[in-house]
Nanobody
Framework: QVQLVESGGGLVQAGGSLRLSCAAS????????MGWYRQAPGKQRELAAI???????NYADSVKGRFTVSRDNARNTVYLQMNNLKPEDTAVYYC????????????WGQGTQVTVSS
């Protein structure tokens, strides 16, 4: 199993930037990919950005060109740099993994709140 600790988030004005961090520990060699997901009030959780072990990335259309997912292997940490934030980016952001064995998700944490004011 992998344990994840999310940090970052907060309140920012439209057009501003935030960086989220997700530190992984435990059986990190079992990870195929790490990603950021978000859930806005009244909406389903959705993928924001994902980074695979091979370095491939995938972004939601709504965040392309504004969000960048990256990792620091030495720190076992994945980051989500969010620029030019919009009020519609307001959501709880969750970090999670996909395991190599069966691509299942890890356990969902509490997430971190991102609020963008207009």
């Amino acid at each position: 199993q992998v344990q994840l600790v999310e940090s970052g988030g907060g309140l920012v004005q439209a057009g501003g930037s935030l960086r989220l961090s997700c530190a992984a520990s435990g059986n990190i060699f079992s990870i195929n990919a790490m990603g950021w997901y978000r859930q806005a009030p009244g909406k389903q959780r959705e993928l924001a950005a994902i980074l695979t072990n091979s370095g491939d990335t995938n972004y939601a259309d709504s965040v392309k060109g504004r969000f960048t997912v990256s990792r620091d292997n030495a720190r076992n940490t994945v980051y989500l740099q969010m620029n030019n934030l919009k009020p519609e980016d307001t959501a709880v952001y969750y970090c999670n993994v996909r395991y190599k064995a069966d691509l299942r998700f890890g356990s969902w944490g509490q997430g971190t709140q991102v609020t963008v004011s207009s």
